[in-house]
């Protein structure tokens, strides 16, 4: 079982950045594929990008390709959503899920909530001027 905890969420202004954590404890990411959603005000949860770690494999959801990069901390058992070039869109509670890597075998199934077994508490981002 894993525990996570995220962290890094704030207000920042269009254009801006932040830099989300996922802290994991309780057992090594090496075990998981690591997956970051965000849910706004009366929308659904939609996945955001997606680490097998593993296998080092990233996914990534056509709104953010290109300004978010997921990446890994082995020493600090840490998964970090660098989030550039922020847009109002953007705004959201943030949430990390751990998943089995095994339920991710195709690849279309990383942006699927129900695969994911463990999930943080969420860190809110606001992007406003």
């Known amino acids: 079982q894993v525990h996570l905890v995220e962290s890094g969420g704030g207000l920042v202004q269009p254009g801006g950045s932040l830099r989300l954590s996922c802290a994991a404890s309780?057992?090594?990411?090496?075990?998981?594929?690591i997956g970051w959603f965000r849910q706004a005000p009366g929308k659904e949860r939609a996945a955001v990008s997606c680490?097998?770690?593993?296998?080092?494999?990233?996914y990534y959801a056509d709104a953010v390709k290109g300004r978010f990069t997921i990446a890994r901390d082995n020493a600090k058992n840490t998964v970090y959503l660098q989030m550039n070039n922020l847009e109002p869109e953007d705004a959201a509670v943030y949430y990390c899920?751990?998943?089995?890597?095994?339920?991710?075998?195709?690849?279309?199934?990383?942006?699927?909530?129900?695969?994911?077994?463990?999930w943080g508490q969420g860190t809110q981002v606001t992007v406003s001027a």
């Open positions: 680490l097998i770690v593993s296998d080092d494999i990233t």
């Open positions: 309780g057992s090594s990411l090496d075990y998981y594929a």
């Open positions: 899920a751990a998943g089995p890597p095994s339920s991710f075998l195709i690849p279309s199934t990383w942006s699927h909530s129900w695969e994911y077994d463990y």
